[in-house]
């Protein structure tokens, strides 16, 4: 066993092939910032990928249910169409007849939303696994299976065009192994990005990194929606073939961590941190060969300080953002701005400033934390803004299409904020916690809890709105300031502890023994 083990952690040391390859190239190793920015491309095309497929069920429902939006087969970017009155719902006709059993029948939608609600389950269920395998196994392996099955079963729904399968449950388990792959992504693209960023610029950099979700969104869309004169399965079969491509580019070219691939800081790497004030004496994560590390456990990492708060606030913070993504298009579709309905395509086409706005307040909730170091203050101010946003644009946004657009983006930039800070830049740093010693094993265990968790408020959340939207839009929007406002108030407690942090920092800073000392080490 001694030796099979020995060999098997050379092994999972070893660089991947493609980077021996250019380094073979090269004539040389490539340097610690070359493979910072190999792993920043990697990670971003992976999850890119990831959402791409997520994305493709959106734009196909309305050919699967003639009943549904028709955003699907009308998805020409930003031309802007009108009706007079709420657009109806017509028939899309294939060649094997209207929609596609048994999608078509008078509960289609609801089975469409039964489709979703078990993709998001199966999500959230696998995250808390993913994060529990990513802390015990090499992340890079990890990856390829969950792209290449995530390709398989996104394919595999789209096989039953040619195949003509009718059988709702054979969609339904489809849905299912694919939601769990999917799971995979999320907290291994953060672990290994947080393995090879430290903490003094890593909101920024991820903040503008986490852009991937909205070029996913956008693409998938788009690509869908171009493949659909062709049949709707090719809709489902070339995203699947280009996450599964991905995973192959991932197992080739990723870098799972510095120790990995034996890669060190530079000495004119180690001089612009030392001149930016970023402290470089103690790792961000202690290698495995100075420490014997030992994978943390699942309640072990619930522990840990913030991973709680972070992961509750998540969960109403996903709620809100998956509402919008399910429902924005619908809403707009059945809302009179300046007196007149846009057609559905063109609803779908509006939709997308969400996440344009929502890339803004990544970036901005990112820089904001790096600059004042405090996490929890910016994620809370930005959960607080969202609920005057969502008031305004529930309230105003019909006024007109210039302050629907402004809005929106002002809404999408507020909601997002936090998520995409929660989600990246706070599960890394909670993941290489001061209270874990330096032990790099817990990144994807973290990372999974607090996403797992907001996963979970992702699925209730639009599935709540199918039911109160019935009755009134005002109550959902009631519901999801009242749940911007928890996500806010559960981070009370850290938001205090960062304020008290700082008013120490600031009274010791100038303080008169601080000021001597400082006078002191000047002479």
Known sequence: MGPFHEAAERNQNKPPIGIRFLESIKKKRLSYRTHQAIVLIVTFLAYTSYHAARKTTSIVKSTLDPESSEAGLKFVPWRITYSSEPVERKSLSWKLGDGWAPFNASDGTALLGELDLAFLAMYALGMYFSGHLGDRMNLRILLTIGMVGTGIFTSLFGVGFWANVHNFYYYLIVQM??????????????????????????????????????????????????????????????????IAFAGLLVFALLPVSPEAVGADKDEDELDSLNKAGEEVTEPLLVSDADVKQEAVGFIEAWKIPGVAPFALCLFFAKLVAYTFLYWLPFYISQTAIDGKYLSDGTAGNLSTLFDVGGVVGGILAGHISDRLDARAITAASFMYCSIPALFFYRSYGHVSLGLNIAFMLLTGMFVNGPYALITTAVSADLG???????????????????????????????LLTGYISAKSWSAVFTMLMAAALVAGLLLT???????????????????????????????
């Open 177 to 242: 192994f694919a939601g769990l792959f999917q799971s995979t992504g999320w907290p291994s693209v953060v672990a290994v990005v947080g393995n090879w960023f430290g903490k003094k610029k890593r909101g920024l950099i991820m903040g503008i990194w986490n852009a991937h979700t909205s070029v996913g969104n956008i693409s998938g869309s788009l690509i869908a929606a171009a493949m659909l004169s062709y049949g709707w399965g090719w809709s489902f079969v070339l995203p699947g073939l280009l």
């Open 432 to 462: 290489t916690h001061s209270s874990l010693k330096g032990n790099s094993r817990a990144l994807a265990t973290v990372t999974a809890i607090i996403d797992g968790t907001g996963s979970v408020g992702a699925a209730i959340g639009p």
């Open 493 to 523: 407690r850290l938001v205090v502890a960062e304020v008290a942090a700082k008013i120490a920092e600031s009274r010791s800073q100038g303080s008169p023994a601080s000021k001597a000392q400082a006078a002191a080490f000047d002479v």
